[in-house]
T-cell receptor, first 112, second 110 residues
Framework: RKEVEQDPGPFNVPEGATVAFNCTYS??????FFWYRQDCRKEPKLLMS???SGNEDGRFTAQLNRASQYISLLIRDSKLSDSATYLC?????????????FGAGTQVVVTP | GAVVSQHPSWVICKSGTSVKIECRSL??????MFWYRQFPKQSLMLMAT?????????EQGVEKDKFLINHASLTLSTLTVTSAHPEDSSFYIC??????FGQGTRLTVV
């Protein structure tokens, strides 16, 4: 079983619409959570951390459900530039970045 | 600007040859760097943790004699893929923390 599982998509989203997707993680000891975006053939870029109370960064909203072991990402008012693969990442350690577990990503395609 | 610079961004090499990938921290000193590998449509997988001045820590299943890591200074870590085979073709990425990733190196072994 994968440590972090994501729906690979693609999620085809009309420009201006809202899209949301989840990821599940298997290790209940996971300490911190992140969403990254990765463009084709590029390195991942940190999009936002995910906090227990949920958090928002502009058009992006992230939620964490520790009881059910999933995190979610919602993108409002989708832009063409939001087309990318979104990686769900969990960290098993509190004092090091050496145990990041990456999901395989959810592809989002925003169409005109 | 980029705070972790990785070079080369892509390389094609023949089977049996070795390839060195460099990862530099530009604005800070990194005592630890992480090397990942990503196959198409798969997740990034941690290969090893590079520690300045000491031996790297390899993840289970990663051959330390094949993937040589050197972290001789606080700003440079290198990964050398020795005796490369076509199955080593992948996207190799270094990072210094959760926010600082190199640009990645796409290795193709022919």
């Amino acid at each position: 079983r994968k440590e972090v599982e994501q729906d690979p998509g693609p999620f085809n989203v009309p420009e201006g619409a809202t899209v949301a997707f989840n990821c599940t993680y298997s290790n209940s000891a996971s300490q911190s959570f992140f969403w990254y975006r990765q463009d084709c053939r590029k390195e991942p870029k940190l999009l936002m951390s995910v906090y227990s109370s949920g958090n928002e960064d502009g058009r992006f909203t992230a939620q964490l459900n520790r009881a059910s072991q999933y995190i979610s990402l919602l993108i409002r008012d989708s832009k063409l530039s939001d087309s990318a693969t979104y990686l769900c990442v969990v960290n098993l350690l509190t004092d090091s970045w050496g145990k990041l577990q990456f999901g395989a990503g959810t592809q989002v395609v925003v169409t005109p | 600007g980029a705070v972790v610079s990785q070079h080369p961004s892509w390389v094609i090499c023949k089977s049996g040859t070795s390839v060195k990938i460099e990862c530099r921290s530009l604005d800070f000193q990194a005592t630890t760097m992480f090397w990942y590998r990503q196959f198409p449509k798969q997740s990034l997988m941690l290969m090893a943790t590079s520690n300045e001045g000491s031996k790297a820590t390899y993840e289970q299943g990663v051959e330390k004699d094949k993937f040589l890591i050197n972290h001789a200074s606080l700003t440079l870590s290198t990964l050398t893929v020795t005796s490369a085979h076509p199955e080593d073709s992948s996207f190799y990425i270094c990072s210094a923390s959760e926010a600082f990733f190199g640009q990645g190196t796409r290795l193709t072994v022919v």
